[in-house]
């Protein structure tokens, strides 16, 4: 059975920082790119960022440039989103995803003003 575990998620003053991990099991890890997903109360889901089973990384959009970073480490089948100068903006459920099939359940994040 594939899973994946987000974790690392809360509450956090506008500034902060974050780090979220995916944990992932029952999959040739290293042969998944994986991507971070989140959620906003009442919007669709969002790509922001996914790192290829080499490690290249891709920005789905400008909302998180330069603030968030992906990395991966393939010996823990965990990736990182590590999340710099959070906004309010930036609450939501974030999600990890093995592209194209599997998703995560999410972790909450909640950025106070």
């Known amino acids: 059975e594939v899973q994946l575990v987000e974790s690392g998620g809360g509450l956090v003053q506008a500034g902060g920082s974050l780090r979220l991990s995916c944990a992932a099991s029952?999959?040739?890890?290293?042969?998944?790119?994986i991507g971070w997903f989140r959620q906003a109360p009442g919007q669709e889901r969002e790509g922001l960022l996914c790192?290829?089973?080499?490690?290249?990384?891709?920005n789905y959009g400008d909302s998180v440039k330069g603030r968030f970073t992906i990395s991966r480490d393939n010996a823990k089948n965990t990736v990182y989103l590590q999340m710099n100068s959070l906004k309010p903006e930036d609450t939501g459920v974030y999600y990890c995803?093995?592209?194209?099939?599997?998703w995560g359940q999410g972790t909450q994040v909640t950025v106070s003003s």
């Open positions: 029952g999959l040739p890890f290293d042969d998944y790119a």
């Open positions: 790192i290829s089973s080499s490690e290249g990384s891709t």
């Open positions: 995803y093995a592209a194209v099939a599997y």
